[in-house]
């Protein structure tokens, strides 16, 4: 797998005010800014970190990703995450967090979202709907009968 670097997406209150003070940290400006979403595309550190404003729940880290080279890098993770015994859930050519894109979650044992995904091209929207995180995090299916999984704006 053709890692390209680690990913982070952030629940935040205020946008403005992030980017500002992620723009003072990182001493650039965002790679992509939206209403209500930013995004920094960082090679040194090399960090893909987006944040998205919403409510304010106790919970900052909306989810954690591995940006990877091609949409095969994203199937080998799959592949990967079946084999070892994990739930998984595919999305392929879906629009989130205003990019074009495939890829693959799990979540770990405490229920942290992590996708392994590649950008295809930018997209227009944030997504095709947003859970009551704020986040473009959808739930993990474990496949029981009464599971109530969900997709975010990724589904």
């Known amino acids: 797998m053709n890692i390209l670097k680690p990913h982070v997406s952030l629940n935040v209150s205020n946008i403005d005010a992030s980017v500002a003070f992620y723009e003072k940290t990182f001493g650039v400006a965002p790679t992509k800014r939206r209403p209500g979403y930013a995004k920094f595309d960082l ?5 893909n970190l987006t944040m998205q404003e919403a409510s304010r729940t106790g919970v900052n880290a909306s989810h954690f990703g591995i940006q990877v080279a091609s949409t095969d890098d994203v199937a080998d993770a799959t592949a990967r995450f079946k084999a070892a015994g994990l739930n ?3 999305e392929d ?3 989130c967090c205003y990019a074009l894109q ?5 979540e770990d044992p405490d229920g942290n979202a992590w996708e392994v995904f590649v950008v295809k091209a930018d997209a227009a929207v944030m997504g095709a709907a947003v859970i009551d995180s704020g986040g473009c995090v959808p739930r993990v299916s474990d496949g029981t009968p009464n599971d109530k999984a969900s997709r975010g704006c990724c589904g």
């Open 43 to 47: 090679e040194q550190p090399s960090l």
């Open 88 to 90: 998984t859930l595919t």
């Open 93 to 95: 050519n879906t629009e």
């Open 102 to 106: 495939d890829k693959v979650w799990v």
